[in-house]
């Protein structure tokens, strides 16, 4: 629950606190792009390792962990190339959803 809570939060802001930080409007669109990108691709391959393994709450809870520590860790991002790694990161942590 609260990384869904954390999740839904930091989404709707991403794009103007990237851009607070410096980065262009191609910048934010290439960052919201690889991080979906990461996000799609990582749920094909968690899926096969998953039920490959039977590690479903490890998986899990990995997934949950990583997105209740990169969104947070955002406020501490000091410029966009920072934010930007917390973001993917963030999206690599969607792989649960």
Do not use: C, K, Q
Request: net charge negative; no cysteine; glycine share 12%.
């Amino acid at each position: 629950m609260f990384a869904d809570i954390t999740y839904e939060g930091a989404r709707s802001v991403i794009g103007p606190f990237l851009h607070d930080l410096g980065a262009s409007a191609t910048e934010v669109g290439l960052i919201a792009g690889v991080g979906e990108m990461l996000a799609a691709s990582l749920r094909f391959f968690s899926g096969r390792f998953a039920d490959r393994t039977r590690a479903y709450w490890a998986i899990t809870i990995v997934g949950y962990g990583v997105n209740l520590v990169a969104v947070p860790a955002l406020a501490f991002a000091g410029n966009w190339w920072t934010a930007a790694i917390l973001v993917a990161l963030e999206r690599t942590g969607s792989l649960v959803e």
